[in-house]
């Protein structure tokens, strides 16, 4: 399975492994370069797309016709607000900006862009959107897909949601390029789930939103250090990330 991350201030390989090693909260509001998107469609995406946009197109490195799942908890969430704003204010609304506040704005632009008719899903699975979208993407590959591209990305939410907050919401994009895999391969990893205990979700509860992390960053922490395990709870739900080895 090969895989791809951006975000500010974190674009390379080793960057992202550095942080996995010592997580710290990402901060910024740069722009990913989205170099191998045509520029009039570049220039559509607004930045938390162009994240989504620069980890797909990394990870799947010319290749076409590749099924892609997109995954986010609160997409295009800034732009939505812009209009809404603007709808208060007796403003007009820009079909463009209304085109690309939909939850599957990235992935249309990624289809568009790369002229691929390939199936494309866009995912908001709440607290465990990120296991849902693996799912999505796994019953691709039982269906017969050779690979399936997963793109989990998130950004800052806008002032008027932060009362809201139950993580540190950061910006971040990430990709895997999956291939269905044989628990004797030794390279893959196992998703499991089940019902949390009350004890787990009460604990859970306690925890201070300000100290958790957003769920697709630690999954990502917790492929990048090759953990053996990364247990989750959600909600109700209680989720169990493994190796296969």
């Avoid at 960057?15 to 509001?29: D, F, L, S, T």
């Avoid at 009039?40 to 946009?53: H, V």
């Avoid at 820009?94 to 494309?120: E, M």
Wanted: glycine share 10%; net charge negative; hydrophobic share 45%.
């Amino acid at each position: 399975m090969s895989e791809a991350a951006w975000a500010p201030g974190l674009d390379t390989a080793a960057a992202w492994q550095a942080w996995a090693e010592k997580p710290y909260v990402i901060k910024g509001n740069g722009d990913a370069a989205v170099s191998a998107m045509p520029a009039m469609l570049r220039r559509r995406a607004g930045a938390m797309g162009k994240m989504a946009l620069e980890a797909a197109y990394r990870c799947l490195d010319g290749r076409s016709g590749v099924p892609t799942v997109f995954c986010s908890r609160h997409g295009e969430c800034t732009r939505s607000v812009e209009l809404l704003e603007d709808l208060v204010q007796g403003q007009p609304l820009s079909p463009t900006s209304f085109s690309l506040s939909v939850h599957n704005a990235a992935a249309g632009l990624f289809s568009i862009a790369r002229q691929d008719q390939a199936s494309h899903a866009a995912l908001a699975g709440g607290h465990s959107g990120v296991e849902h979208a693996v799912i999505e993407a796994c019953g691709l590959l039982a269906d017969g897909a050779a690979e399936v591209l997963l793109v989990v990305y998130d950004g800052v939410l806008p002032e008027v949601f932060h009362e809201f907050e139950d993580c540190q919401e950061q910006p971040f994009a990430w990709a895997w390029l999956m291939q269905a895999e044989s628990a004797e391969s030794g390279n893959g990893i196992s998703l499991s789930w089940g019902g949390a205990g009350s004890d787990e979700i009460h604990a859970m509860q306690l925890e201070p939103g300000s100290r958790r992390q957003p769920a697709g960053l630690d999954v990502l922490a917790f492929y990048l250090r090759k953990d053996r395990e990364l247990v989750r709870i959600a909600d109700t739900r209680r989720w169990r990330w493994g190796r296969l080895a």
